[in-house]
């Protein structure tokens, strides 16, 4: 970003690589928590679980780790920027008050409302006894976890603020490793056959895993300065500000939760009870681990950016630095996606292959994983563009993109799952298609404020993009039907070493061609290598 001010550098690619390594151990871990998942329990108990998390890990999404992130961040970088560091202390102390109490509420509310909620989640279960109420049951142990992750995106807040990344970052690491040793350990000392009540064990282990995310941010905090004192003074202006851009910031950022959520309700009423609701997760777990390495990453370091920028309007510098973003995590999510369409089958089989998780439904999750693959670059740019609205006060615009996405999802899902009587791999599809729907909305909408976010560099980029993510698919297939040939007669470490070679080759040939023809990011990239590895 050559127009960038030197303490704007943060946004480039040296700090994306900081919190891309930190988030890939997160993602890796979260990874490994879903195969304990697949291994120790049925289908049956899995959707179970996965109803039960569905809306407090939505809300974590929306409210805690999203809108209010967002909004607390754009009002949070400016006071730092305009005021200092006091003013900002202040708005700190005002809007953790207000968090501690507003989500306790709803974490307590989520508890009593349980019945209903899962019962509209999960409609299509009616014939089935036993899972409304043991899922209302996971639920109820696991909504208090939104008041634990609230508190620490804010947290994760004022240190990116403040350009610490690394520590909030790995914080979501310290959610899965506890989530994974706790719920496994309370599972076995409550049900060593790991039945339906070691479930529950793993309810629990989620919980505690919340709080490690927040406590492992809190010596970052201290080490800044930061003493928290509570404060009732929720009429300040910046709190205004915050609530002010956080409510469209919800319901823009709600798009693709809710339709993750409107594909849980629509997989219930499938033909095939048992299997489709966590396949579906499976699959868009495996989505978010590139999404969240290089489409949040990216997305962190510049909304900080974006938003001490923008206090001077929109200037050459905000497009520059908007423009830099879409690019960057355009050239770090095309190889992931073409990877995972055409090597779904094999990664799916490696991780999620044993215990109770058969082939057939090795199968069934690499078909859904296909469809959101296509749709992994359009999420991974919204992440970038969607929070720069809020960084210039046009948050209306998300909301409505994001409320036109949501009723256009529903109605696709109806279509394929009520009259033409489809499958769960449809369901992925129809997400896939909305998210490119909304990036297209968001990209168009804010060219035509902005005047322009170097739309010529980003074709430019695309184009010299194809060719090599052409490569890396024709090196991925002919990898798995010559190398994998005989996949099913092999042991683990082998499908392991054979599987990461081919992988390997994909990749090199898409980095390597890329750098031949002169991808600037690319370019970056392979520096940003060249100098870790001196160190």
């Known amino acids: 970003m050559e127009s960038a001010q030197p303490d704007e550098k943060s946004a480039g690619v040296k700090a994306t690589g900081v919190v891309a390594l930190a988030i890939m151990c997160s993602r890796v871990l979260g990874l490994i928590r879903e195969l304990v998942f697949a291994a120790l329990f049925p289908p049956g108990l899995r959707d179970c679980f996965t109803v039960a998390f569905r809306t407090p890990n939505m809300l974590r999404d929306l409210f805690a780790e999203g809108a209010l992130s967002t909004a607390f961040v754009t009002v949070f970088s400016q006071k730092l920027k305009t005021e200092g560091d006091g003013a900002a202390w202040q708005l700190a102390h005002r809007i953790l008050s207000l968090a501690a109490v507003f989500m306790s509420l709803v974490s307590i509310g ?44 804010l947290v994760m807040g004022i240190l990116n603020s403040k350009k610490v990344y690394g520590v909030p970052a790995m914080a979501s690491s310290f959610f899965n490793i506890v989530s994974i040793v706790g719920g496994a350990g309370i599972g076995y000392l409550m049900d060593p056959t790991f039945g339906w009540k070691a479930m529950i064990g793993f309810s629990i282990g989620t919980l505690l895993g919340g709080m490690a995310q927040l406590g492992v941010q809190l010596p970052a905090l201290w080490k800044l300065g930061y003493r928290f004192k509570f404060s009732r003074d929720w009429k300040d202006s910046g709190v205004k500000r915050i609530l002010q851009l956080m409510w469209p910031a919800v319901i823009a950022g709600s798009a693709v939760q809710v339709n993750v959520l409107l594909n849980t309700i629509f997989a219930s009423h499938l033909e ?176 035509r404020i902005a005047g322009g976010l170097e739309g010529g560099k980003l074709l430019g980029t695309l184009a010299k993009l194809i060719p090599a993510a052409v490569l890396l698919g024709a090196v991925a297939w002919a990898g798995n039907h010559w190398v994998l040939q005989g996949w099913a007669g092999f042991g683990l470490i082998r499908r392991a070493v054979l599987l990461g070679a081919v992988l390997a080759a994909a990749g090199g040939a898409y980095f390597t061609a890329a750098n031949l023809l002169k991808v600037d990011e690319a370019r970056q990239f392979l520096g940003m290598v060249k100098r870790k590895a001196r160190r």
């Open 272 to 447: 095939l009870k048992d299997g489709p609701v966590s396949w579906l997760n499976y699959a868009f777990r495996l989505m978010q681990l590139p999404l969240g390495v290089f489409g949040v990453a990216v997305a962190t370091v510049t909304l900080p950016v974006l938003s001490r920028v923008a206090t001077e309007g929109i200037t050459e510098q905000f497009r520059t630095v908007l423009g830099a973003g879409n690019r960057l995590v355009l050239f770090l999510t095309l190889p992931s996606a073409v990877g995972l369409f055409v090597m779904a089958e094999p990664i799916i089989s490696l991780l999620y292959e044993r215990g109770k998780f058969t082939h057939y439904e090795t199968l069934a999750t690499a078909a859904a994983l296909r469809w959101y693959a296509v749709g992994l670059i359009f999420y991974a740019c919204i992440k970038v563009i969607q929070p720069a609205f809020t960084a210039i006060d046009r948050r209306f615009i998300p909301m409505y993109v994001a409320l036109g996405s949501i009723a256009l999802n529903a109605a696709l899902n109806s279509v394929f799952v009520f009259y033409f009587r489809l499958g769960h791999e449809y369901l992925a599809l129809s997400t896939a298609v909305i998210a490119a729907t909304n990036f297209s909305l968001l990209y168009f909408m804010m060219t």
């Open 110 to 153: 989520g508890v009593l409302l349980s019945p209903w909620i899962v019962r509209l989640l999960a409609g299509g279960w009616a014939s089935e006894e036993w899972k409304i109420p043991f899922t209302v049951t996971l639920a109820q142990v696991m909504y208090p976890f939104i008041l634990m992750v609230s508190l620490a995106a």
